[in-house]
């Protein structure tokens, strides 16, 4: 077994979270995300938790904004989301007709609209055993 494969560095690389519905159904959607434990990701939540000193009773608005936020920085793309065009009423980027295009602005929406995403990727980017998991079974398919 090689020591490295559980290192910190497994933390900065992205992994492959499949999103279920609240009812548990898989719902087709994937999100790419680094682990809480990312550099990048705990140099935002310094920069956040900075900004609420600086402000006194934002109150609950406030926390979710930071929480929207701090999920923003931890996803680095999502892919497999359609919406049909009709239904599209909080303004995704659409390509091919219904499918939900990764940029910046689609990921802030979802985690805005759709707080049991917001709410998987919080519960998946503070376990490490999914990093390391996701490290394991890239070695066997590679």
């Given amino acids: 077994m090689n020591l490295m494969n559980y290192s910190k560095d497994k933390f900065e690389k992205s992994q492959k979270m499949e999103v279920l519905y ?11 995300i680094r ?29 979710v904004d930071n929480d929207i936020e701090i999920a923003c920085e931890i996803v680095d793309s999502i892919d497999g989301f359609t919406i049909e065009e009709a239904d599209n009423t909080i303004g995704f980027e659409l390509s091919d007709g219904n ?3 990764s940029t910046r602005e689609n990921i802030k929406l979802l985690l805005e609209n759709f707080p049991f995403i917001r709410s998987q990727i919080a519960v998946k980017a503070q376990d490490d055993n999914f990093f390391y998991k996701s490290s394991e079974t890239e070695q066997k398919t590679a």
Avoid: R
């Fill in 99 to 101: 499918k939900i295009v």
């Fill in 35 to 63: 682990s809480l434990k990312s550099k990048a990701v705990q140099t935002k939540i310094d920069e956040i938790a900075k900004l609420n000193n600086q402000v006194k009773a934002q109150g609950v608005g406030a926390a």
């Fill in 22 to 32: 609240p009812t548990g159904a898989k719902s087709g959607g994937v999100i790419y």
